[in-house]
Nanobody
Framework: QVQLVESGGGLVQAGGSLRLSCAAS????????MGWFRQTPGKEREFVAA????????AYADSVKGRFTISRDNAKNTVYLQMNSLKPEDTAVYYC????????????????WGQGTQVTVSS
């Protein structure tokens, strides 16, 4: 099993920045990729960004490309999501995920999930 704990959410004004962190513990050797998803009430969980643990290859949703940056610290088993130029439509609960195979934009394919952290962007 892999445990994921997110931190860094909060309230920010439009145009501001936040950095989310996700620390992995447990059987971290099994992780091949980590990612971030987000969800708002009544909507499906959507892909935001992901990174391949070994190579650092990244993928982003079109809606965040150029504004968000995903990175990882292998020594700390931690993945980060730097969010700049935030917009009210970025408001959501952000979830960290880990997968034993690789990157996919399909939420149901990911193996492990964190509890989520709220990000609220005011206009």
């Amino acid at each position: 099993q892999v445990q994921l704990v997110e931190s860094g959410g909060g309230l920010v004004q439009a145009g501001g920045s936040l950095r989310l962190s996700c620390a992995a513990s447990g059987r971290t050797f099994s992780i091949k990729a980590m990612g971030w998803f987000r969800q708002t009430p009544g909507k499906e969980r959507e892909f935001v960004a992901a990174i391949v643990w070994s190579t650092g290859y990244t993928a982003y949703a079109d809606s965040v490309k150029g504004r968000f940056t995903i990175s990882r610290d292998n020594a700390k088993n931690t993945v980060y999501l730097q969010m700049n130029s935030l917009k009210p439509e970025d408001t959501a609960v952000y979830y960290c995920a880990a997968d034993a195979i690789g990157i996919t934009r399909t939420p149901t394919a990911w193996d492990f999930w964190g509890q989520g952290t709220q990000v609220t962007v005011s206009s």
